[in-house]
């Protein structure tokens, strides 16, 4: 049976660290980190999301204000209150939950965030930055999930890491950090038009699934002895569940932890690892 990787065991770790170095820089006389983040219309989960994200702040003693807007918004107005924060020099960090409403560009609204403030990582100044390995914010999905792999002490150099999906958020950013200097994972990555999906994740010394359908992943994908990385979160009906719904991940976790040396589980996975790399970049915005 495969390790059960504990993000949020891990990403505690974390919040306890930023938290210390808030109060030492408090004890210094500095103000807290401040965190802007923009929420857009009524998505139940991206709600959820900004709701851990606003708690785990105030957790480590960084102030967050979570803007919350009707989802009829104009696309100019958006562009507006981002051009505030960016001029109001006692925000450190703005964050525009995803995704936005089909009438608003994401691009735009994401170009127009100053790269200091980019604590997402998403702004194509950030992004190159990633893509050069250059030190900047780190993304924070993929770089969630490079602090769980280093905290359990996986080997990554010279590592075969297959990532299926090719977003913006997780694949390609995951496929970069996997790559960098330090890190040195050989890194493929996979996506819904790839042929023979699973002989190349069954390659998989690392596979990462990033996907967003449930139990995409079968037992067939994985190696035995792989380390596996679920970043899926879905939500699936279940009438005996008192929200109506359950959570699960992309990867068919009964079958997989047949086989995998290490796992993580959804809930409980990645997840809260994002969160806590969020705060890591708020507090680099500050400094
Ligand atoms: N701008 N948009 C922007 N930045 C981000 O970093 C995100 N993301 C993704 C969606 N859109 C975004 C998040 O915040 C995904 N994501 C995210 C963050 C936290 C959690 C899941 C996704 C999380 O805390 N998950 C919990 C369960 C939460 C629940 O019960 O709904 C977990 O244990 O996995």
Known sequence: MAHLIDGKM????????????????????KRAPYLAVVLIGEDPASASYVKGKAKASTEVGIDSDTMTYD?????????????RLNQDESVDGILVQLPLPAHIDEQKVIHAISPAKDVDCFHPESVGNLVIG???FQPATPAG?????????????GKHCVIIGRSNIVGKPLANLMLKKGIDATVTVCHSRTSNLA??????????AAIGRPNFVTKDMVKPGAVVIDVGINR????????????VGDVD?????????HITPVPGGVGPMTIAVLLQNTLKAAK
């Open 253 to 261: 976790f009964e079958a997989a932890s047949t086989l995998a040396s």
């Open 134 to 136: 250059l030190d900047g």
């Open 236 to 247: 699936v009906d279940d009438e005996s569940r008192e929200r109506g719904y359950r959570l």
């Open 71 to 83: 989802a009829s918004i104009s696309e100019a107005e958006v562009l507006d209150i981002i051009e």
């Open 145 to 157: 999930i490079v602090e769980m792999l280093k905290r359990t002490g996986i080997e990554t150099s």
């Open 199 to 208: 002989e190349i994740a069954r390659q998989a010394d690392i596979l990462v």
């Open 10 to 29: 891990l990403s505690a770790q974390i919040r306890d660290e930023v938290k210390a170095a808030v109060a030492l820089r408090s004890a210094s006389g």
